[in-house]
């Protein structure tokens, strides 16, 4: 089987204001697993939450025999990976008192031979440069969104001109028993670069902005560019958490192809 030469980066930082590191990044090259989540909640509680989803998450995926050629079985997996999550946090948040009202966003993506399967709840978000167009793949749940989706608004920007602010959530792991998952399933192709994110990405840098460092990326190493991203939103104020992982599509190859991973620094 030709297979895609797969290369991955992430980095997590606790930006300059925040006091701690709410978020968690996970890849797992083996699995063609990558899951990002941002933590919320009150003292250490959105930390667990984060951590929970995302070790919940690669747990779903190693219990199954994933085939690399099966694109709807693993989208399925997804979503029910992140219902799994769900029900992960909300028993412990009801369980003990220190997590009471915590919650996580979570956006993942899991590749195989020519496909790249995603799910998400809340606003943490997947983007895909394909050439030099940059595009969101995953859907915000939160209230400014909404708002859009609903028609009472043309874009966000003219919703945040009105004064509503982007950070209130309508759906987010933990919140209740049962949540609604969003997914997707897309073709990969040669030249490709996916960015799963947290909102102390976006909050602080333009999308043509991320656009521009993605297209930079393109014929330079992964991981300078994931730390270009970090340092620019710490540089525009880095108000929240930043967290990030990219994966970038190389050349088909026979066999099962190299897979590059570059860990955080």
Excluded at 59 to 81: I, K, V
Excluded at 236 to 259: K, M, W, Y
């Amino acid at each position: 089987m030709r297979a895609y030469k797969l290369d991955y980066a992430w980095r997590t930082d606790r930006g300059r204001v925040r006091s701690h590191n709410e978020d968690a990044v996970t890849v797992h090259a083996d699995l063609g697993l990558v899951v990002v989540a941002d933590g919320v909640g009150g003292a250490s509680a959105g930390e667990v939450a984060s951590a929970l989803a995302a070790d919940t998450i690669r747990e779903c995926f190693r219990r199954q025999a994933l085939s690399r050629t099966d694109s709807e079985r693993a989208q399925l997996l997804a979503e029910a990976a992140v219902e799994e999550a769900n029900r992960a946090v909300w028993q412990l948040a009801q369980s003990k008192t220190d997590c009471v009202g915590m919650g996580t966003t979570v956006v993942l993506g899991v590749v195989g031979a020519d496909w790249l399967a995603y799910a998400n709840v809340g606003d943490s978000r997947l983007y895909r440069l394909r050439d030099e167009a940059l595009e969101q793949l995953s859907h915000d749940h939160s209230f400014i969104q909404e708002v859009v989706d609903q028609g009472f608004f043309r874009t966000l920007d003219d919703a945040r001109r009105y004064g509503i602010g982007d950070n209130i959530l309508t759906r987010a792991l933990g919140s209740s028993a049962e949540v609604r998952v969003a997914g997707g399933l897309t073709e990969i192709k040669t030249g490709d670069t996916y960015l799963f994110c947290t909102d102390g990405l976006t909050g602080m840098v333009p999308a043509d902005w991320l656009r521009q460092i993605l297209i930079a990326a393109k014929t330079s190493d992964l991981g300078l560019a994931a730390e270009a991203l970090v340092r620019l939103a710490n540089e525009r104020g880095g108000t929240d958490n930043i967290t990030l992982a990219l994966l970038r599509v190389g050349a088909q190859s026979d066999g099962e192809g190299p897979i590059t991973p570059s860990s955080p620094v």
